[in-house]
Protein backbone atom coordinates (compact mmCIF):
# COMPACT_ATOMS: atom_id res chain seq x y z
CA UNK A 1 0.00 0.00 0.00
CA UNK A 2 3.37 2.23 0.42
CA UNK A 3 3.00 2.97 -3.42
CA UNK A 4 -0.30 4.73 -2.79
CA UNK A 5 0.88 7.46 -0.75
CA UNK A 6 0.81 11.00 -2.37
CA UNK A 7 5.19 11.12 -2.52
CA UNK A 8 6.86 12.71 -5.64
CA UNK A 9 2.89 14.33 -7.36
CA UNK A 10 0.70 16.97 -6.23
CA UNK A 11 -2.78 16.84 -6.95
CA UNK A 12 -3.93 17.77 -10.34
CA UNK A 13 -3.53 21.43 -10.35
CA UNK A 14 -6.43 21.96 -12.90
CA UNK A 15 -9.87 19.98 -11.76
CA UNK A 16 -10.06 16.57 -13.75
CA UNK A 17 -11.62 16.32 -17.12
CA UNK A 18 -14.06 14.15 -18.19
CA UNK A 19 -15.75 12.28 -21.42
CA UNK A 20 -18.61 10.40 -20.50
CA UNK A 21 -19.82 8.35 -24.02
CA UNK A 22 -23.41 7.41 -24.23
CA UNK A 23 -26.10 9.28 -22.13
CA UNK A 24 -28.56 6.14 -21.33
CA UNK A 25 -28.57 4.15 -17.96
CA UNK A 26 -25.20 3.96 -17.26
CA UNK A 27 -23.87 7.25 -19.11
CA UNK A 28 -27.01 9.74 -17.14
CA UNK A 29 -25.43 7.85 -13.82
CA UNK A 30 -22.08 9.09 -14.26
CA UNK A 31 -23.20 12.32 -14.73
CA UNK A 32 -25.04 12.22 -11.68
CA UNK A 33 -21.95 10.27 -9.49
CA UNK A 34 -19.46 12.80 -10.98
CA UNK A 35 -20.96 16.01 -9.55
CA UNK A 36 -22.27 14.39 -6.44
CA UNK A 37 -18.05 13.65 -5.91
CA UNK A 38 -17.95 17.32 -6.88
CA UNK A 39 -16.34 16.57 -10.47
CA UNK A 40 -18.07 19.33 -12.42
CA UNK A 41 -15.68 19.34 -15.80
CA UNK A 42 -17.33 16.64 -17.91
CA UNK A 43 -19.55 16.30 -21.32
CA UNK A 44 -21.47 13.03 -21.95
CA UNK A 45 -21.51 12.31 -25.48
CA UNK A 46 -24.89 10.85 -26.93
CA UNK A 47 -24.94 10.12 -30.87
CA UNK A 48 -28.92 10.78 -30.79
CA UNK A 49 -30.91 13.30 -29.68
CA UNK A 50 -32.33 12.10 -26.53
CA UNK A 51 -31.11 10.47 -23.45
CA UNK A 52 -32.51 6.54 -22.84
CA UNK A 53 -30.34 4.47 -24.55
CA UNK A 54 -32.13 0.83 -24.43
CA UNK A 55 -34.90 2.48 -23.60
CA UNK A 56 -35.17 4.87 -26.73
CA UNK A 57 -34.03 2.92 -29.24
CA UNK A 58 -36.55 -0.51 -28.21
CA UNK A 59 -39.80 1.15 -28.88
CA UNK A 60 -41.48 -1.96 -30.63
CA UNK A 61 -45.40 -3.20 -29.32
CA UNK A 62 -45.06 -4.90 -26.19
CA UNK A 63 -41.76 -3.63 -24.82
CA UNK A 64 -41.51 -4.32 -21.29
CA UNK A 65 -38.62 -4.87 -18.73
CA UNK A 66 -37.82 -8.26 -17.28
CA UNK A 67 -36.84 -7.16 -14.24
CA UNK A 68 -39.11 -5.75 -11.44
CA UNK A 69 -39.32 -2.05 -11.88
CA UNK A 70 -38.64 -0.97 -8.24
CA UNK A 71 -35.25 -3.09 -8.77
CA UNK A 72 -34.39 -1.80 -12.51
CA UNK A 73 -34.36 2.18 -10.70
CA UNK A 74 -31.59 4.08 -9.50
CA UNK A 75 -30.75 3.14 -5.59
CA UNK A 76 -30.94 6.73 -5.05
CA UNK A 77 -33.85 7.50 -6.74
CA UNK A 78 -37.08 5.54 -6.25
CA UNK A 79 -40.03 5.80 -8.03
CA UNK A 80 -43.74 5.52 -6.97
CA UNK A 81 -45.12 6.06 -10.26
CA UNK A 82 -44.17 2.55 -11.93
CA UNK A 83 -47.72 1.51 -13.08
CA UNK A 84 -46.97 -2.40 -13.26
CA UNK A 85 -44.59 -5.01 -11.43
CA UNK A 86 -42.45 -4.92 -14.53
CA UNK A 87 -41.99 -1.71 -16.27
CA UNK A 88 -43.39 -0.58 -19.67
CA UNK A 89 -40.66 0.28 -21.84
CA UNK A 90 -42.04 4.19 -22.19
CA UNK A 91 -42.32 4.33 -19.07
CA UNK A 92 -38.58 3.36 -18.13
CA UNK A 93 -38.02 6.22 -20.87
CA UNK A 94 -39.42 8.87 -19.27
CA UNK A 95 -37.59 7.90 -16.09
CA UNK A 96 -34.54 8.61 -17.63
CA UNK A 97 -36.01 11.24 -19.62
CA UNK A 98 -37.59 12.88 -15.63
CA UNK A 99 -34.15 11.86 -13.78
CA UNK A 100 -31.52 14.16 -16.55
CA UNK A 101 -33.87 17.07 -16.01
CA UNK A 102 -34.38 16.54 -12.03
CA UNK A 103 -31.14 16.25 -11.96
CA UNK A 104 -29.64 18.78 -14.11
CA UNK A 105 -27.77 16.96 -16.97
CA UNK A 106 -28.83 18.81 -19.67
CA UNK A 107 -26.29 21.16 -20.26
CA UNK A 108 -23.44 18.87 -19.80
CA UNK A 109 -25.04 16.76 -22.86
CA UNK A 110 -23.94 17.05 -26.04
CA UNK A 111 -26.62 15.61 -28.42
CA UNK A 112 -26.50 14.31 -31.95
CA UNK A 113 -23.19 13.78 -32.23
CA UNK A 114 -20.93 10.61 -32.43
CA UNK A 115 -17.70 10.29 -30.58
CA UNK A 116 -15.25 8.50 -33.58
CA UNK A 117 -11.80 8.32 -31.91
CA UNK A 118 -10.45 8.36 -28.67
CA UNK A 119 -6.20 8.75 -28.61
CA UNK A 120 -4.19 8.39 -25.77
CA UNK A 121 -1.29 10.80 -26.22
CA UNK A 122 0.29 12.61 -23.29
CA UNK A 123 -1.46 11.30 -20.56
CA UNK A 124 -4.49 12.86 -21.72
CA UNK A 125 -7.37 11.26 -24.08
CA UNK A 126 -7.84 13.21 -27.08
CA UNK A 127 -11.42 12.92 -28.18
CA UNK A 128 -13.06 13.67 -31.97
CA UNK A 129 -16.68 13.35 -33.02
CA UNK A 130 -18.24 12.60 -36.19
CA UNK A 131 -18.81 16.73 -36.67
CA UNK A 132 -15.13 17.67 -35.74
CA UNK A 133 -15.78 18.61 -32.40
CA UNK A 134 -12.42 17.52 -30.37
CA UNK A 135 -11.87 17.91 -26.75
CA UNK A 136 -8.96 16.96 -24.52
CA UNK A 137 -9.51 14.96 -21.33
CA UNK A 138 -8.03 12.77 -18.45
CA UNK A 139 -10.49 10.02 -18.24
CA UNK A 140 -13.09 8.41 -20.13
CA UNK A 141 -16.18 6.52 -19.06
CA UNK A 142 -17.58 4.61 -21.44
CA UNK A 143 -21.60 4.13 -20.87
CA UNK A 144 -22.07 2.37 -24.77
CA UNK A 145 -24.39 -0.40 -23.71
CA UNK A 146 -24.26 -4.29 -24.61
CA UNK A 147 -27.00 -4.98 -26.35
CA UNK A 148 -26.79 -2.16 -28.66
CA UNK A 149 -26.19 -3.10 -32.36
CA UNK A 150 -28.64 -4.67 -33.89
CA UNK A 151 -28.20 -8.22 -35.35
CA UNK A 152 -29.48 -8.82 -38.94
CA UNK A 153 -29.97 -12.27 -40.36
CA UNK A 154 -28.08 -13.78 -43.20
CA UNK A 155 -30.73 -14.57 -45.09
CA UNK A 156 -31.03 -14.89 -48.57
CA UNK A 157 -32.84 -12.48 -50.30
CA UNK A 158 -34.09 -10.53 -47.61
CA UNK A 159 -33.53 -6.80 -49.25
CA UNK A 160 -35.88 -8.25 -51.97
CA UNK A 161 -39.26 -8.53 -49.35
CA UNK A 162 -41.56 -6.24 -51.14
CA UNK A 163 -43.39 -4.71 -47.83
CA UNK A 164 -41.95 -3.41 -44.92
CA UNK A 165 -39.00 -5.08 -43.35
CA UNK A 166 -37.48 -3.70 -39.69
CA UNK A 167 -35.29 -5.21 -36.82
CA UNK A 168 -37.16 -5.07 -33.45
CA UNK A 169 -34.83 -2.44 -31.98
CA UNK A 170 -35.97 -0.50 -35.25
CA UNK A 171 -39.50 -0.93 -35.21
CA UNK A 172 -41.20 1.49 -37.43
CA UNK A 173 -44.11 2.99 -36.17
CA UNK A 174 -45.62 4.33 -39.47
CA UNK A 175 -46.60 1.04 -40.46
CA UNK A 176 -49.84 -0.14 -39.72
CA UNK A 177 -50.12 -3.56 -38.53
CA UNK A 178 -54.07 -3.56 -38.26
CA UNK A 179 -55.34 -6.48 -40.14
CA UNK A 180 -52.03 -7.29 -41.92
CA UNK A 181 -50.16 -10.31 -42.37
CA UNK A 182 -46.78 -10.30 -40.14
CA UNK A 183 -44.15 -12.63 -40.33
CA UNK A 184 -41.29 -12.14 -36.94
CA UNK A 185 -38.49 -14.50 -37.18
CA UNK A 186 -36.62 -15.40 -33.65
CA UNK A 187 -38.27 -16.48 -30.50
CA UNK A 188 -35.99 -14.22 -28.11
CA UNK A 189 -36.65 -11.70 -25.38
CA UNK A 190 -38.16 -9.24 -28.01
CA UNK A 191 -40.00 -11.62 -30.49
CA UNK A 192 -42.31 -13.28 -27.24
CA UNK A 193 -42.82 -9.40 -26.26
CA UNK A 194 -44.57 -8.76 -29.53
CA UNK A 195 -46.04 -11.65 -30.18
CA UNK A 196 -48.28 -11.18 -27.49
CA UNK A 197 -48.60 -7.46 -27.85
CA UNK A 198 -49.81 -7.58 -31.93
CA UNK A 199 -51.31 -10.92 -32.44
CA UNK A 200 -54.72 -9.78 -31.22
CA UNK A 201 -54.18 -6.98 -33.94
CA UNK A 202 -53.06 -8.63 -37.02
CA UNK A 203 -54.77 -10.46 -39.55
CA UNK A 204 -52.14 -13.55 -39.31
CA UNK A 205 -49.07 -13.70 -37.38
CA UNK A 206 -46.21 -16.09 -38.53
CA UNK A 207 -43.48 -16.61 -36.12
CA UNK A 208 -40.03 -18.70 -37.29
CA UNK A 209 -38.90 -20.20 -34.58
CA UNK A 210 -35.29 -21.96 -34.81
CA UNK A 211 -34.69 -23.03 -31.60
CA UNK A 212 -37.60 -23.07 -29.21
CA UNK A 213 -37.24 -21.05 -26.47
CA UNK A 214 -38.03 -22.07 -21.89
CA UNK A 215 -40.97 -19.94 -21.10
CA UNK A 216 -41.13 -18.85 -17.65
CA UNK A 217 -44.58 -17.91 -16.56
CA UNK A 218 -44.69 -14.37 -15.09
CA UNK A 219 -47.57 -12.26 -13.73
CA UNK A 220 -47.21 -8.91 -14.66
CA UNK A 221 -50.12 -7.31 -12.25
CA UNK A 222 -50.63 -3.37 -12.04
CA UNK A 223 -49.85 -1.11 -8.87
CA UNK A 224 -52.86 -0.26 -7.69
CA UNK A 225 -53.21 3.21 -6.83
CA UNK A 226 -53.25 2.89 -2.86
CA UNK A 227 -49.95 1.02 -3.15
CA UNK A 228 -48.84 3.87 -5.12
CA UNK A 229 -49.62 6.05 -2.55
CA UNK A 230 -48.42 3.93 0.09
CA UNK A 231 -45.19 4.67 -1.87
CA UNK A 232 -45.46 8.34 -2.08
CA UNK A 233 -46.12 8.99 1.52
CA UNK A 234 -43.10 6.55 2.55
CA UNK A 235 -40.70 6.01 0.18
CA UNK A 236 -39.07 3.77 2.39
CA UNK A 237 -41.58 1.16 1.77
CA UNK A 238 -40.05 1.38 -1.98
CA UNK A 239 -36.49 0.61 -0.38
CA UNK A 240 -37.90 -2.39 1.53
CA UNK A 241 -39.33 -3.80 -1.78
CA UNK A 242 -36.44 -2.69 -3.33
CA UNK A 243 -34.18 -4.99 -0.98
CA UNK A 244 -37.01 -7.90 -1.21
CA UNK A 245 -37.13 -7.69 -4.86
CA UNK A 246 -33.28 -8.24 -4.56
CA UNK A 247 -33.19 -11.26 -2.66
CA UNK A 248 -35.55 -12.77 -4.61
CA UNK A 249 -33.68 -12.06 -8.03
CA UNK A 250 -30.52 -13.31 -6.91
CA UNK A 251 -32.00 -16.16 -4.85
CA UNK A 252 -33.92 -17.58 -7.61
CA UNK A 253 -31.86 -16.78 -10.60
CA UNK A 254 -28.33 -14.61 -10.57
CA UNK A 255 -27.28 -17.06 -8.22
CA UNK A 256 -28.71 -20.49 -9.59
CA UNK A 257 -27.71 -19.68 -13.27
CA UNK A 258 -23.79 -19.83 -12.29
CA UNK A 259 -24.69 -23.40 -10.80
CA UNK A 260 -26.49 -25.50 -13.45
CA UNK A 261 -26.42 -28.69 -10.33
CA UNK A 262 -28.21 -25.77 -7.88
CA UNK A 263 -31.59 -27.80 -7.18
CA UNK A 264 -32.89 -24.00 -7.38
CA UNK A 265 -32.35 -24.60 -11.39
CA UNK A 266 -34.56 -27.55 -11.39
CA UNK A 267 -37.03 -25.77 -9.58
CA UNK A 268 -36.66 -23.12 -12.40
CA UNK A 269 -36.94 -25.90 -14.81
CA UNK A 270 -40.04 -27.18 -13.53
CA UNK A 271 -41.90 -24.45 -13.50
CA UNK A 272 -41.26 -23.68 -17.15
CA UNK A 273 -41.94 -27.24 -17.78
CA UNK A 274 -45.30 -26.81 -15.99
CA UNK A 275 -46.02 -24.41 -18.16
CA UNK A 276 -45.76 -25.58 -21.61
CA UNK A 277 -47.41 -28.92 -20.37
CA UNK A 278 -50.09 -27.51 -18.63
CA UNK A 279 -50.67 -24.03 -21.55
CA UNK A 280 -50.46 -25.39 -24.86
CA UNK A 281 -52.93 -28.05 -25.72
CA UNK A 282 -52.24 -29.26 -28.96
CA UNK A 283 -49.51 -32.40 -28.55
CA UNK A 284 -48.08 -31.44 -31.76
CA UNK A 285 -47.56 -27.46 -31.33
CA UNK A 286 -46.62 -28.42 -27.82
CA UNK A 287 -43.79 -30.64 -28.97
CA UNK A 288 -42.49 -27.59 -31.29
CA UNK A 289 -42.74 -25.17 -28.62
CA UNK A 290 -40.44 -27.82 -26.58
CA UNK A 291 -36.55 -27.14 -25.93
CA UNK A 292 -33.99 -29.37 -26.05
CA UNK A 293 -31.76 -28.05 -23.80
CA UNK A 294 -31.68 -26.83 -20.37
CA UNK A 295 -34.10 -24.11 -18.88
CA UNK A 296 -31.54 -20.95 -18.69
CA UNK A 297 -29.16 -22.16 -20.73
CA UNK A 298 -30.45 -19.25 -23.14
CA UNK A 299 -31.29 -16.40 -20.99
CA UNK A 300 -34.52 -17.17 -19.80
CA UNK A 301 -37.45 -15.55 -21.23
CA UNK A 302 -40.17 -14.62 -18.75
CA UNK A 303 -44.12 -14.02 -20.46
CA UNK A 304 -47.41 -14.40 -18.84
CA UNK A 305 -49.49 -14.95 -21.60
CA UNK A 306 -47.17 -16.01 -24.95
CA UNK A 307 -48.65 -19.89 -25.01
CA UNK A 308 -52.23 -18.01 -25.37
CA UNK A 309 -50.60 -15.66 -28.07
CA UNK A 310 -49.15 -18.42 -30.13
CA UNK A 311 -52.45 -20.66 -29.85
CA UNK A 312 -54.49 -17.86 -31.09
CA UNK A 313 -56.92 -18.90 -34.28
CA UNK A 314 -54.82 -16.96 -36.71
CA UNK A 315 -51.51 -17.65 -35.42
CA UNK A 316 -48.67 -19.90 -36.63
CA UNK A 317 -45.55 -21.49 -35.33
CA UNK A 318 -43.74 -22.44 -38.48
CA UNK A 319 -40.47 -24.52 -36.88
CA UNK A 320 -39.43 -25.51 -40.92
CA UNK A 321 -36.15 -23.75 -41.66
CA UNK A 322 -36.24 -20.57 -43.52
CA UNK A 323 -34.56 -21.15 -47.46
CA UNK A 324 -34.75 -17.75 -48.48
CA UNK A 325 -37.16 -14.25 -48.21
CA UNK A 326 -39.11 -13.48 -51.42
CA UNK A 327 -41.16 -10.28 -52.54
CA UNK A 328 -44.24 -11.73 -51.52
CA UNK A 329 -42.63 -13.43 -48.22
CA UNK A 330 -40.61 -15.97 -46.58
CA UNK A 331 -40.53 -19.56 -47.99
CA UNK A 332 -39.57 -22.30 -45.95
CA UNK A 333 -37.00 -25.28 -46.56
CA UNK A 334 -40.27 -27.57 -47.09
CA UNK A 335 -41.07 -25.16 -50.45
CA UNK A 336 -43.94 -23.45 -48.47
CA UNK A 337 -44.15 -19.96 -49.07
CA UNK A 338 -45.39 -17.57 -46.09
CA UNK A 339 -47.19 -14.87 -47.73
CA UNK A 340 -46.34 -11.56 -45.87
CA UNK A 341 -47.45 -7.73 -45.56
CA UNK A 342 -44.43 -6.73 -42.91
CA UNK A 343 -42.05 -8.99 -41.70
CA UNK A 344 -39.82 -8.10 -38.39
CA UNK A 345 -36.36 -8.98 -37.32
CA UNK A 346 -36.57 -10.00 -33.48
CA UNK A 347 -32.65 -11.35 -34.18
CA UNK A 348 -31.11 -9.69 -31.50
CA UNK A 349 -28.18 -8.17 -31.14
CA UNK A 350 -23.97 -7.95 -32.04
CA UNK A 351 -23.07 -8.05 -28.45
CA UNK A 352 -19.16 -7.77 -28.71
CA UNK A 353 -18.95 -4.59 -29.58
CA UNK A 354 -19.12 -2.35 -26.33
CA UNK A 355 -17.35 1.19 -27.53
CA UNK A 356 -16.77 0.45 -30.71
CA UNK A 357 -17.01 1.34 -33.81
CA UNK A 358 -14.87 4.26 -32.05
CA UNK A 359 -11.64 3.87 -32.68
CA UNK A 360 -9.85 4.04 -30.01
CA UNK A 361 -6.19 4.37 -29.53
CA UNK A 362 -4.40 3.43 -25.98
CA UNK A 363 -0.59 3.53 -25.16
CA UNK A 364 2.00 2.84 -27.30
CA UNK A 365 -0.35 3.47 -30.31
CA UNK A 366 -2.21 0.00 -29.65
CA UNK A 367 -5.67 -0.34 -31.23
CA UNK A 368 -8.62 -1.30 -29.19
CA UNK A 369 -10.06 -3.69 -32.25
CA UNK A 370 -6.43 -5.23 -32.21
CA UNK A 371 -6.31 -5.64 -28.67
CA UNK A 372 -10.08 -7.15 -29.06
CA UNK A 373 -9.41 -9.48 -31.31
CA UNK A 374 -10.74 -12.18 -31.29
CA UNK A 375 -12.44 -11.32 -28.54
CA UNK A 376 -12.98 -8.12 -25.95
CA UNK A 377 -11.82 -8.52 -22.36
CA UNK A 378 -11.28 -6.30 -20.04
CA UNK A 379 -10.43 -6.84 -15.90
CA UNK A 380 -12.91 -7.05 -14.11
CA UNK A 381 -15.36 -5.85 -16.62
CA UNK A 382 -14.12 -1.88 -16.12
CA UNK A 383 -10.63 -1.58 -16.96
CA UNK A 384 -8.32 -2.78 -20.15
CA UNK A 385 -4.10 -2.86 -19.78
CA UNK A 386 -2.93 -0.63 -22.14
CA UNK A 387 -5.54 1.91 -21.98
CA UNK A 388 -4.88 3.72 -18.73
CA UNK A 389 -7.62 6.19 -17.44
CA UNK A 390 -10.64 4.80 -19.77
CA UNK A 391 -12.98 2.90 -17.85
CA UNK A 392 -16.12 0.72 -18.86
CA UNK A 393 -19.63 0.42 -17.22
CA UNK A 394 -21.24 -2.77 -18.11
CA UNK A 395 -18.03 -3.52 -20.21
CA UNK A 396 -17.08 -7.20 -21.51
CA UNK A 397 -17.54 -10.50 -18.93
CA UNK A 398 -19.58 -8.42 -16.74
CA UNK A 399 -22.99 -9.74 -14.97
CA UNK A 400 -25.19 -8.91 -17.75
CA UNK A 401 -28.57 -10.64 -17.72
CA UNK A 402 -27.76 -11.86 -13.98
CA UNK A 403 -29.51 -8.59 -12.70
CA UNK A 404 -30.95 -4.95 -12.83
CA UNK A 405 -27.62 -4.06 -14.90
CA UNK A 406 -28.82 -0.39 -13.35
CA UNK A 407 -27.53 -2.01 -10.02
CA UNK A 408 -24.29 -3.69 -11.72
CA UNK A 409 -23.38 -0.11 -13.34
CA UNK A 410 -24.06 1.67 -9.62
CA UNK A 411 -21.26 -0.58 -8.22
CA UNK A 412 -18.78 -0.47 -10.88
CA UNK A 413 -19.24 3.14 -10.78
CA UNK A 414 -18.19 3.55 -7.07
CA UNK A 415 -15.22 1.23 -7.75
CA UNK A 416 -14.27 3.48 -10.73
CA UNK A 417 -14.16 6.59 -8.87
CA UNK A 418 -12.43 4.94 -5.88
CA UNK A 419 -9.27 4.46 -8.67
CA UNK A 420 -10.04 7.78 -9.93
CA UNK A 421 -9.67 9.57 -6.43
CA UNK A 422 -5.94 8.16 -6.42
CA UNK A 423 -5.73 10.92 -9.68
CA UNK A 424 -7.65 13.45 -7.86
CA UNK A 425 -5.18 13.20 -4.73
CA UNK A 426 -1.79 13.04 -6.27
CA UNK A 427 -1.56 9.56 -5.88
CA UNK A 428 -0.83 9.19 -9.57
CA UNK A 429 -1.87 10.81 -12.87
CA UNK A 430 -2.20 7.31 -14.70
CA UNK A 431 -3.91 3.82 -13.80
CA UNK A 432 -3.97 1.03 -15.88
CA UNK A 433 -4.99 -2.78 -15.08
CA UNK A 434 -2.18 -5.04 -15.48
CA UNK A 435 -1.93 -7.79 -18.16
CA UNK A 436 -1.44 -10.41 -14.89
CA UNK A 437 -4.39 -9.30 -13.12
CA UNK A 438 -6.14 -9.05 -16.42
CA UNK A 439 -4.83 -12.14 -17.61
CA UNK A 440 -5.31 -14.25 -13.83
CA UNK A 441 -9.38 -12.97 -14.19
CA UNK A 442 -9.43 -14.30 -17.57
CA UNK A 443 -8.42 -17.82 -16.32
CA UNK A 444 -10.22 -17.81 -13.30
CA UNK A 445 -13.81 -16.71 -15.27
CA UNK A 446 -12.67 -19.23 -18.11
CA UNK A 447 -12.92 -22.14 -15.35
CA UNK A 448 -15.82 -21.03 -13.47
CA UNK A 449 -17.82 -20.44 -17.03
CA UNK A 450 -17.41 -24.96 -16.79
CA UNK A 451 -19.88 -24.62 -13.99
CA UNK A 452 -22.32 -22.48 -15.37
CA UNK A 453 -25.74 -23.35 -17.40
CA UNK A 454 -24.93 -21.49 -20.33
CA UNK A 455 -22.45 -23.78 -21.42
CA UNK A 456 -24.88 -27.32 -20.92
CA UNK A 457 -25.81 -27.60 -24.94
CA UNK A 458 -27.61 -24.75 -26.42
CA UNK A 459 -26.63 -21.20 -28.49
CA UNK A 460 -27.35 -17.94 -27.22
CA UNK A 461 -25.67 -14.58 -27.03
CA UNK A 462 -24.09 -15.63 -23.64
CA UNK A 463 -21.38 -17.82 -25.55
CA UNK A 464 -18.12 -15.86 -27.27
CA UNK A 465 -16.46 -17.75 -30.07
CA UNK A 466 -14.98 -20.61 -28.47
CA UNK A 467 -18.12 -21.24 -26.82
CA UNK A 468 -17.40 -19.49 -23.39
CA UNK A 469 -20.09 -17.27 -21.88
CA UNK A 470 -18.99 -13.68 -21.53
CA UNK A 471 -21.02 -13.17 -18.73
CA UNK A 472 -19.81 -12.85 -15.07
CA UNK A 473 -19.73 -16.59 -14.13
CA UNK A 474 -19.96 -16.27 -10.21
CA UNK A 475 -22.76 -14.93 -8.18
CA UNK A 476 -24.05 -11.59 -7.76
CA UNK A 477 -22.92 -11.37 -4.09
CA UNK A 478 -19.23 -12.00 -5.62
CA UNK A 479 -19.78 -9.28 -7.90
CA UNK A 480 -20.61 -6.96 -5.19
CA UNK A 481 -17.86 -8.13 -3.14
CA UNK A 482 -15.21 -7.41 -5.40
CA UNK A 483 -16.53 -4.12 -6.70
CA UNK A 484 -16.68 -2.66 -2.68
CA UNK A 485 -13.02 -1.92 -3.09
CA UNK A 486 -10.44 -1.90 -5.88
CA UNK A 487 -7.46 -3.98 -5.30
CA UNK A 488 -5.02 -1.54 -5.72
CA UNK A 489 -2.16 -3.68 -6.75
CA UNK A 490 -3.77 -5.05 -9.76
CA UNK A 491 -3.47 -1.67 -11.56
CA UNK A 492 -0.08 -0.03 -12.30
CA UNK A 493 -0.01 3.59 -10.73
CA UNK A 494 2.13 6.16 -13.05
CA UNK A 495 3.22 9.50 -12.67
O1 LIG B 1 -32.53 -11.37 -29.06
P1 LIG B 1 -32.03 -12.88 -28.82
P2 LIG B 1 -33.65 -10.52 -28.32
N1 LIG B 1 -32.82 -17.23 -38.69
O2 LIG B 1 -30.60 -12.89 -29.26
C1 LIG B 1 -33.20 -15.85 -33.80
C2 LIG B 1 -32.68 -8.49 -23.55
N2 LIG B 1 -34.07 -8.15 -23.70
O3 LIG B 1 -33.66 -9.17 -28.90
O4 LIG B 1 -32.22 -19.11 -30.74
C3 LIG B 1 -33.73 -17.53 -37.76
O5 LIG B 1 -32.35 -13.37 -27.47
C4 LIG B 1 -32.52 -16.60 -32.69
O6 LIG B 1 -32.63 -17.99 -32.93
P3 LIG B 1 -31.66 -19.06 -32.14
C5 LIG B 1 -32.58 -9.86 -22.93
O7 LIG B 1 -31.42 -9.94 -22.15
C6 LIG B 1 -34.79 -8.05 -22.58
O8 LIG B 1 -34.94 -11.26 -28.26
O9 LIG B 1 -30.29 -18.46 -32.18
N3 LIG B 1 -33.70 -17.10 -36.51
C7 LIG B 1 -33.33 -16.10 -31.50
O10 LIG B 1 -34.53 -16.78 -31.37
C8 LIG B 1 -32.49 -10.72 -24.15
O11 LIG B 1 -31.94 -11.99 -23.90
C9 LIG B 1 -36.12 -7.80 -22.69
O12 LIG B 1 -31.80 -20.29 -32.88
C10 LIG B 1 -32.69 -16.30 -36.17
C11 LIG B 1 -33.62 -14.65 -31.87
O13 LIG B 1 -33.44 -14.55 -33.28
C12 LIG B 1 -31.66 -9.88 -25.06
O14 LIG B 1 -32.12 -8.56 -24.84
C13 LIG B 1 -36.73 -7.64 -23.91
C14 LIG B 1 -31.69 -15.93 -37.09
C15 LIG B 1 -32.70 -13.66 -31.21
O15 LIG B 1 -32.93 -13.70 -29.84
C16 LIG B 1 -31.79 -10.17 -26.54
O16 LIG B 1 -33.14 -10.45 -26.83
C17 LIG B 1 -35.98 -7.76 -25.03
C18 LIG B 1 -31.79 -16.44 -38.40
N4 LIG B 1 -30.86 -16.15 -39.32
C19 LIG B 1 -34.65 -8.02 -24.92
N5 LIG B 1 -30.81 -15.14 -36.45
C20 LIG B 1 -36.87 -7.73 -21.47
O17 LIG B 1 -36.46 -7.11 -20.52
C21 LIG B 1 -31.25 -15.03 -35.18
N6 LIG B 1 -32.39 -15.73 -35.02
C22 LIG B 1 -38.13 -8.47 -21.43
Redesign the pocket.
Known amino acids: MAALEPKAYSAPDKPLRFAVIGAGMAGILCGIKLREAGFDHFTIYEKADRVGGTWRE?TYPG?????PAHLYSYSFAPNPEWSHRFAPGDEIQAYFETITRDYGLGRYIRFGDAVTRLRYAGGKWNLETAKGHRDTVDIVLAATGV?HHP?M???EGLDTFAGPCFH?ARWDHGVSLEGRRVGI???????V?IVSAIVKRVRRLVL?Q??A?WILPQENPPYSEAEKEEFRRNPRRIYELREQLAQGFVEHFSNVVVDADSPQLRLLEAMCLANLENNVNDPELREKLRPRYRAGC??LV?SPDFYQAIQSPNAELVTEA?ARVEPRGVRTKDGRLHELDVLVL????HVDRFLRPIEVIGRGEKLLDDVWNPRPYAYLSVAIPDFPNLFLLNGPNGPV?NFSLIDVAELQLAYILQLVELIRAGVCREITATHEATARFEKDRAEAAKKTVWVTGC?S?YLDDRGLPMAWPWTFDRFRKVMARPTFEDYALAL
Request: glycine share 12%.
Open positions: NIACDVLRPEISVGTGSSAQFRTQKRVIATGFGQW
